[in-house]
Structures are given as structure tokens and as C-alpha cells.
């Protein structure tokens, strides 16, 4: 497998009613925790959220356009490779107040 450094920063999400939204589906969260130890492939995914493959790429492109979840390629020891899926934040803020409500994410990028 490949190994990827990252660097964190912190930076406000351009939408925070999309990652609420893509949060508040169960399906979404439990690929979100799982990719957060490393990467893993649609394959992976779909056995561990015991959904269709169809929903599971459903949600993954969710938490790609929110920003929460990237795509890299992992390569095993023949060589071959294989796309997988990586959660993009170690955390999340959400806070409420007169002027709305503000997502601030802490990213890992590439």
C-alpha cells in the first residue's frame, strides 16, 4: 500500500447545510468513520455498511462534494491498483448563533 503524508489545517466549510445534511444519513457517517483509520475501496465500504453498492457510491460522492471524504489510489504488492476513499477531517465544530450557523473542519491534505 501506498503511504500518503499529510499536513492538517483548519478551514471554514463553503457550505455547512450540505455536511449537516450528508451527516444526518447513517450510511454516510459509518463510511466516514471507517475511511478515518486509512484509506479503503467501495468494495470495503459497501461490506461494512451492509447497503447496496449503489447506495454506498451515492454517499461517498455526498461526502466528496462536502469536502469530508477524498479520493486516492492505493496499490497492492502485485502492483495493480484500485481507487479508495479517505476521510478528509479529524474534526468538526458546528456553531450556532444570531448570524447562523458555522462548520470549521480540521483537514488532512495531501
Known sequence: ???NATTSSVEPS???AVQLDVLGDE???T???STSDGP???RELTKRTSRSSATVYRRINNLIDAG???ECVRFDEGGSHTTAYE???DRLEITVDADGIEVVRSLEDD
Open 87 to 89: 476521510a478528509r477531517i
Open 1 to 3: 500500500m501506498a503511504t
Open 40 to 42: 479503503k475501496t467501495a
Open 14 to 16: 463553503p457550505d455547512p
Open 68 to 70: 469530508l471524504l477524498g
Open 31 to 33: 463510511i466516514l468513520v
Open 27 to 29: 450510511c454516510a457517517r
